[in-house]
């Protein structure tokens, strides 16, 4: 049962009116969801907001974070309801159009940085990019490359696009289906965090539940259908030498190299995210590195 956190009957103090939002919160909502919304309604972070612990909340106050907090609890999103979410050391605008990035995916944009020397040209395509946070992340991280991004969505590539713009990336985006646009053997290493749930992930419920879009999520009926279709079509817009890595499901990895050693990638390996779980698989094409 939620409780009016905008009673404005008493003036409560920011600390207080924390430890009563988090009081009421359902299983699922933390702690930090409640810091993050109180700030973002303060216009602080969250050190500001530690700093003002003792300090009185205008009923205006109250009344926000009461509205942020009711969705929250009924299941949206944090990262929707404030509009970004950190990524490698950077904000990132998100909305419902975007599937909301996960740690895990640090782990893609790690591995892709070690293959990469900096100072090192090329061509680096984000297919699938969603909020862009591969594609921009990559691009500030080796300034030397020309990076290109993919989306079918038009929302997403406006929210990605806005990203690049205010984080100074120049990426160059482009709405297709995945690979068809690329030339043959023009790319020097391409990243991918494609859908990869199964129709019946049970997890699957939860996240549409939340917001998130379906098309981010969801790969036919065992998830492996776009990291498949991914890894076909780098045979033919790889040039020799160059990387795929894929992000995937924790329980995907045999699968994905299994399928990259039919379609005869080579130094085919997987890399676990800071959990254990496998996370990433690739490999190379015959042929010299570029």
């Known amino acids: ?16 009116l924390l430890r009563e939002a988090i009081a009421v919160a359902p ?7 409640a810091e993050l919304l109180l700030a973002h309604t303060l216009g602080h972070n969250r050190a500001g907001l530690y700093a003002r612990l003792r300090d009185r909340v205008e009923p205006a106050v109250c009344e926000r974070f009461d509205a942020l907090w ?21 904000r990132f605008g998100v909305a419902p159009e975007v599937l909301i990035p996960r740690p895990d995916t640090e782990t893609l944009l790690d591995v892709a940085l070690a293959r990469w020397p900096a100072g090192r040209a090329g ?14 992340s990559f691009q500030l991280e080796r300034p030397h490359v020309r990076v290109c991004a993919v989306d079918t969505s038009a929302g997403a590539l406006e929210i ?20 068809d646009a690329l030339a ?3 790319v020097d290493l391409l990243l991918a965090n494609p859908p990869y749930l199964a129709a019946d992930d049970p997890h699957l419920p939860g996240l549409l539940a939340s917001g998130e879009p379906r098309v981010a999520l969801v790969a036919g009926a065992g998830g492996l259908r776009a990291l498949e279709r991914i890894a076909d079509a780098g045979t033919r817009v790889l040039r020799p030498g160059a990387w795929l890595l894929l992000e995937h499901g924790q329980a995907q990895g045999a699968a994905v190299r299994d399928h990259l050693r039919m379609r005869e990638y080579r130094e085919i390996a997987s890399w676990r995210d800071l959990e254990g779980r496998e996370r990433v698989s690739g490999g190379c094409l015959p042929g010299a590195t570029p």
Request: one cysteine or more; a positive charge.
């Open 1 to 16: 049962m939620h409780v009016n956190l905008a009673d404005s009957t008493h003036r409560r103090s920011l600390g207080e």
């Open 123 to 136: 061509l680096v395509v984000d297919a699938g990019t969603g909020s862009g946070v591969l594609a921009v």
């Open 184 to 186: 043959d053997h023009s």
């Open 160 to 179: 990605a696009r806005a990203n690049a713009r205010r984080l100074g990336a120049p990426v160059c985006f482009w709405r297709g289906d995945w690979l």
């Open 70 to 90: 009711r969705r929250r609890c009924a299941g949206e999103p944090c990262a929707y309801l404030i509009g970004e979410r950190e990524f490698h050391g950077r």
């Open 27 to 33: 299983v699922g909502v933390d702690a930090l969801d």
